[in-house]
């Protein structure tokens, strides 16, 4: 939308003379360009403060959805790309560290195919995929982003037993808290 925008405002320069109306013209082109860049900045999408509604499959193409969630653990969420170098460092990260997420329900989603999931998985995270407590699901509908609202891959999310954001990164650094806030939380 952005770029229609610049390529129309390009195209009434040349059109347009240099006069009073071309200088008003411009003006108010440069003001609602400035508007719009200000808006995007502001209007940042904030990730799901509660557990939004969903629908995901599973592996074996069973649905999964939020009422399938157990209620009595702490629930993280990595929503990944298998071509993203930082989701690639993110899932090594969380599998060195495995124990610390041992009493949560860990959910590893993508919205690519499963063959890939399977490899990205099976190569970067062996001793997850191995827990009973994580499970592998495939957004199909497409609705992590619109429903979790992430800035970007990796995005993680932590919530609480009550389904309330707890942490939320999409760092592949920051996974230590996430470790940190599991400890504390689960003392």
Do not use: W
């Not at 904030?46 to 399938?68: C, G, H, V, W």
């Not at 170098?85 to 041992?102: N, P, V």
């Not at 063959?115 to 407590?133: D, G, M, R, S």
């Amino acid at each position: 939308m952005l770029k229609g925008i610049v390529m129309i405002m390009a195209s009434n320069f040349f059109r347009l003379h240099l006069t009073g109306i071309f200088k008003m013209k411009l003006s108010f082109q440069i003001i609602i360009l400035v508007t719009l860049f200000a808006g995007d900045a502001h209007a940042q999408q904030i990730p799901a403060q509660t557990l939004p509604d969903f629908e995901f499959s599973r592996m074996d193409k069973t649905r999964f959805t939020n009422k399938d969630l157990k209620k009595d653990k702490m629930i993280f969420f990595v929503f990944f790309d298998p071509e993203c170098e930082h989701c690639l460092r993110a899932i090594k990260s969380i599998d060195e560290q495995f124990k610390s997420f041992q009493n949560l329900s860990v959910y590893l989603i993508s919205v690519d195919d499963k063959v890939k999931v399977n490899h990205f998985v099976n190569t970067y995270a062996p001793h997850l995929k191995a827990q009973k407590n994580v499970t592998l699901l495939q957004d199909n509908l497409s609705q992590f982003i619109s429903k979790f609202k992430p800035y970007k891959y990796p995005a993680m999310f932590l919530y609480s037993t009550d389904k309330k954001l707890v942490v939320y990164e999409d760092n592949e650094e920051t996974v230590f808290r996430f470790v940190n806030t599991i400890k504390k939380q689960t003392k």
